[in-house]
C-alpha cells in the first residue's frame, strides 16, 4: 500500500467511525429531540475539542446477525480533554450504533478510561443513552457491567464520577449511574428504571408509563435517584461544566479557588430576612444569596426533600458546601429524607476537600408512624455519622430554632464542628417553649384556674431561660454569638485560618455507616 493509499485508509475509517450508525439513525435521533454522541461531547469539551481513545474497537461477536451489524467504536466514544481549562475523561454512548448497547467490547473501552482517569486523578463524566444490556452477547453484557461498577466504586471517594442519563437507562444499567457522585437527567427523554413499564404490569398490575416511573422529575423529586434535572441537553452539559467547577480534580487535590477581591463584607440585608415571630417561616436560600458570593449559589436535589437545602458556592473564591435547614418546607424539621439527603452531600464534600458551612434552623425530628416505619432512628444517624466523621473545615450558624437531637445532629461543636457561630435570635434548647412548658408544668397548668393564661407565662419563663443563644455561649457550645450582618466577614476569616485543617482518623479499615 502506498502511503497515499495507507493515509487515505485511515482518513476513511475516520470518517466511517464519526458517522456512528448513518446517516438515517442520526436523523432519527435528532427527531427525538437528542443529539448524537459526538456532538455531546462536542459541548462538553473545550472548544468542542477532544482526543478520542479506542476510536476503532469493533465487538468480536458473530451470533444473531452480529457479524453483519458491526461499527467502529462499538457504540461508545471515549475521550479526554478539557473543560473550563482542566483535564477531563468522559464517555458518550451512541445510540445510533445498535441502541448504544452495551457489550463486551463497549464495556472494555469505558473500563480503559475509567482506569486511567484513576490513575491520572482526574474527573470523569459518563453520558447514557443505551438500550442496556447488548442481548445479542449475552453473559458477556452482564460481565461489563460488572467491571464498570466495580470500577464505579473502587474510584468513589477518589475522582468525582457525573453522570447525565439522556435517553433509556434501564434494568442493571442503572447502577452504574447511581454509584457515582452526581446524576442528572433531561425531561421528556431520559428514564432509568430496574423494572419498566411491562414488567411492573405483569408483577404489581400497575399502568405506569416510562416517564411517571422513572423520568426526569420522578426521579428528582420523588426517589432523589437524581440531583439535577433540565430542560434540554445543552443546559445538561452546561449545569454539569458549572458543577465540575466547584470540585477538585481529586481528593488530593485543593478545592478550586477563584480570584476574588476582598470588599466590605457587612450584609446588612441579612438583619431583616428572619421574622419577628418564631412560628412565621421564611425561604433560607435568601440567607445562603446574602452569604455567599454573589450568584455563587448552585443548589443539588433542588426538588427532593426541600425542607433541607444543599448545595455548593463560593466564598471570597473558594468552593464550600451549604448544608441548611429550610423552614419554608415542614418548617425546616428534619425527617428520612432530609437526613439522607444531608449525609449524602456531608459525605461527598468530606472526600473532596470541600469545607462544610451549616446553616440551622431546626425544631427537631420529624414525629410519626411513617417516620419510625421508615427508619427516621437509622436515616438521621447517617447524618448524625456523616458530620462526626468529617474532617473537613465545619462551620455552623444558628439562625434560629437548634432544638432537641437536631441541635446535636446539625454540626454542633460536640460532633466535631470547628467554629460555630449564633445569631441573637438563636433558640438552643431540648424543645420548643410551649410543648416544653407544657410537660414539664403539667401538673401547675391542670390545677390552675386559668390553665390557658398559666401555661402562657410558664412558656414565656421557659423562653426567657432557654430561647436563646447565651446558655449554649456561656458553656462555650458556641464560639460567638453574631450579628448577622457580620456573619459573612466572620466566615471568610473563620474559613481562611482553617485552610489548613489536619485530622487524623483512628486506624480502622472503615467505619459502618448506618446504612
Ligand atoms: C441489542 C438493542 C438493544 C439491546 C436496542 N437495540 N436495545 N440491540 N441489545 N439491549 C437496538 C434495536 O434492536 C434497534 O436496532 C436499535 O437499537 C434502536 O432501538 P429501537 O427499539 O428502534 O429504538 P426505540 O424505539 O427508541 O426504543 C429504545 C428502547 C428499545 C426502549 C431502548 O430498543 C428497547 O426496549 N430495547 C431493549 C431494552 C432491554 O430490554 N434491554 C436489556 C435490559 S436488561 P435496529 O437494528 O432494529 O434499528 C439489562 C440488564 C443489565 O440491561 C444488567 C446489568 C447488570
Redesign the pocket.
Known amino acids: 500500500m502506498s502511503k497515499k493509499e495507507s493515509s487515505d485508509k485511515l482518513k476513511s475509517l475516520r470518517e466511517q467511525a464519526r458517522h456512528g450508525g448513518g446517516e438515517k439513525?442520526i436523523e432519527a435521533q435528532h427527531a427525538?429531540g437528542k443529539l448524537t454522541a459526538r456532538e455531546r461531547l462536542e459541548l462538553l469539551f473545550d472548544g468542542g475539542e477532544f482526543e478520542e481513545i479506542g476510536q476503532m474497537v469493533t465487538h468480536r461477536s458473530t451470533l444473531f446477525g452480529l457479524d453483519k451489524?458491526n461499527f467502529l467504536g462499538d457504540g461508545v466514544i471515549t475521550a479526554f480533554g478539557r473543560v473550563d481549562q482542566r483535564s477531563v475523561y468522559a464517555y458518550a454512548q451512541d445510540?445510533t450504533v445498535?441502541?448504544g448497547?452495551l457489550a463486551e467490547a463497549h464495556a472494555e473501552k469505558i473500563c480503559r478510561i475509567m482506569d486511567l482517569a484513576l490513575q491520572n486523578g482526574v474527573p470523569i463524566i459518563g453520558l447514557n443513552d443505551s438500550?442496556?444490556?447488548?442481548?445479542?452477547e449475552g453473559v458477556v453484557?452482564?460481565g461489563g457491567?460488572?467491571d464498570i461498577f466495580y470500577r464505579n466504586t473502587r474510584a468513589s471517594g477518589v475522582i468525582p464520577q457525573l453522570s447525565l442519563i439522556m435517553g433509556?437507562c434501564?434494568?442493571?444499567?442503572v447502577?452504574s449511574p447511581a454509584l457515582t457522585d452526581f446524576v442528572g437527567m433531561v425531561d421528556g427523554s431520559s428514564y432509568m428504571f430496574v423494572t419498566g413499564p411491562n414488567v411492573v404490569k405483569t408483577v404489581t398490575h400497575e399502568e405506569v408509563s416510562s416517564e411517571a416511573l422513572g423520568g426526569s422529575e420522578t426521579h428528582a423529586s420523588k426517589s432523589g435517584v437524581s440531583h439535577f434535572s433540565y430542560k434540554d441537553e445543552p443546559s445538561a452539559i452546561a449545569g454539569f461544566k458549572k458543577l465540575l467547577s466547584f470540585l477538585p480534580q481529586n481528593c488530593e487535590d485543593l478545592v478550586p479557588k477563584y480570584g476574588y477581591e476582598s470588599m466590605d463584607e457587612s450584609r446588612p440585608l441579612l438583619e431583616e430576612i428572619i421574622p419577628i415571630s418564631s412560628e412565621k417561616s421564611y425561604d433560607m436560600r435568601e440567607i445562603i444569596n446574602e452569604i455567599a458570593d454573589s450568584d455563587s449559589f448552585f443548589e443539588v436535589h433542588e426538588n427532593w426533600a426541600e425542607n433541607i437545602v444543599v448545595g455548593f458556592a463560593r466564598l471570597a473564591g473558594r468552593s464550600v458546601g451549604i448544608v441548611a435547614n429550610q423552614p419554608l418546607f415542614l418548617a425546616g424539621v428534619l425527617d428520612n429524607q432530609a437526613s439522607r439527603k444531608g449525609a449524602r452531600f456531608v459525605r461527598f464534600c468530606d472526600a473532596f476537600n470541600i469545607p462544610l458551612l451549616v446553616l440551622e434552623d431546626v425544631p427537631g425530628f420529624l414525629p410519626g408512624t411513617d417516620q419510625e416505619w421508615n427508619g427516621v432512628i437509622t436515616n438521621g444517624a447517617k447524618l448524625l455519622f456523616a458530620f462526626s466523621e468529617a474532617t473537613v473545615p465545619r462551620i455552623t450558624v444558628i439562625t434560629r430554632k437548634a432544638y432537641g437531637g437536631a441541635y446535636d445532629v446539625m454540626n454542633s461543636k460536640h460532633i466535631g464542628a470547628d467554629m460555630n457561630y449564633a445569631w441573637p435570635s438563636a433558640e438552643i434548647a431540648v424543645m420548643g417553649s410551649k410543648g416544653a412548658a407544657e410537660i414539664i408544668f403539667k401538673d401547675e397548668i391542670r390545677n390552675s384556674e386559668d390553665p390557658e393564661n398559666t401555661w402562657k407565662k410558664k412558656e414565656n419563663q421557659y423562653a426567657l431561660e432557654f430561647a436563646n443563644p447565651y446558655k449554649a455561649a456561656a458553656r462555650g457550645f458556641l464560639d460567638e454569638v453574631i450579628e448577622p450582618k457580620e456573619t459573612r466577614f466572620k466566615l471568610i476569616k473563620a474559613f481562611d485560618i482553617l485552610e489548613n485543617k489536619v485530622v487524623e482518623p483512628p486506624k480502622r479499615k472503615h467505619g459502618n455507616i448506618p446504612l
Open positions: 439513525r427525538k451489524k445510540f445498535l441502541g448497547s438500550g442496556g444490556a447488548r442481548i445479542q453484557s452482564l457491567y460488572a433509556p434501564a434494568g442493571g444499567a447502577y
